[in-house]
T-cell receptor
Framework: AQKVTQAQTEISVVEKEDVTLDCVYE???????LFWYKQPPSGELVFLIR??????QNEISGRYSWNFQKSTSSFNFTITASQVVDSAVYFC??????????????FGTGTRLTVIP | DTEVTQTPKHLVMGMTNKKSLKCEQH?????MYWYKQKAKKPPELMFV???????INESVPSRFSPECPNSSLLNLHLHALQPEDSALYLC?????????????????FGEGSWLTVV
């Protein structure tokens, strides 16, 4: 069974601080995909990144970076020099490989990030 | 801006009403989804359509009835809802095809429809 754990329920940081959001997952599949989504108060879930289980290369996109470690089943997300616009709920999610590409996302419970100006 | 469009943005309905939520995507995706999200909870899958056929129904009550008229459109018909059905309803789509690297698995969400049942 798949499971995603985001132990941090809420985090508050002061603007320009760095912040890391933790994500730990469980799956028996050998091929799977990990995602991060951002949900601002408006409600839309904004796709941030997909990482494949066979690709452990870390990724950086502007102020965002992701650290994927299969050995510890973790997929952590770091925001550097946080800004007020980063305030949102962030969800980590897992999906298994699908022959059709139609698949379910198993979400963590989310981490609410508040960036204080 | 999202390429998955949902209407209406907000809907208030009585328990005896019949209403519909609509979703449209023009990305050529072949899989479409309905998720339900209660306050301070993660989204929960309701239905998945793959190539216009219902492929997953997560034991959703029959008062929710999905419809996929074509590969770009997805509707959710609502009838005899209860106040506890009040939630954010998110439509999503994915390419729905196997691709190298798994890009076909990436699910893109719309802005959601906020439903209140009174």
């Amino acid at each position: 069974a798949q499971k995603v754990t985001q132990a941090q329920t809420e985090i508050s940081v002061v603007e320009k601080e760095d912040v890391t959001l933790d994500c730990v997952y469980e799956t028996r599949d050998t091929t799977y995909y990990l995602f991060w989504y951002k949900q601002p108060p408006s409600g839309e879930l904004v796709f941030l990144i997909r990482r494949n289980s066979f690709d452990e290369q870390n990724e950086i996109s502007g102020r965002y970076s992701w650290n994927f470690q299969k050995s510890t089943s973790s997929f952590n997300f770091t925001i550097t020099a946080s800004q007020v616009v980063d305030s949102a709920v962030y969800f980590c999610a897992l999906s298994e490989a699908s022959r059709t590409g139609a698949n379910n996302l198993f979400f963590g419970t989310g981490t609410r990030l508040t960036v204080i100006p | 801006d999202t390429e998955v469009t949902q209407t209406p943005k907000h809907l208030v309905m009585g328990m005896t009403n019949k209403k519909s939520l609509k979703c449209e995507q023009h990305m050529g995706h072949r899989a479409m989804y309905w998720y339900k999200q209660k306050a301070k909870k993660p989204p929960e899958l309701m239905f998945v359509y793959s190539y216009e056929k219902l492929s997953i129904n997560e034991s959703v009550p029959s008062r929710f009835s999905p419809e996929c008229p074509n590969s770009s459109l997805l509707n959710l018909h609502l009838h005899a809802l209860q106040p506890e059905d009040s939630a954010l309803y998110l439509c999503a789509s994915s390419p729905g095809t196997q691709t190298l690297g798994g890009s076909g698995n990436t699910i893109y969400f719309g802005e959601g429809s906020w439903l209140t049942v009174v």
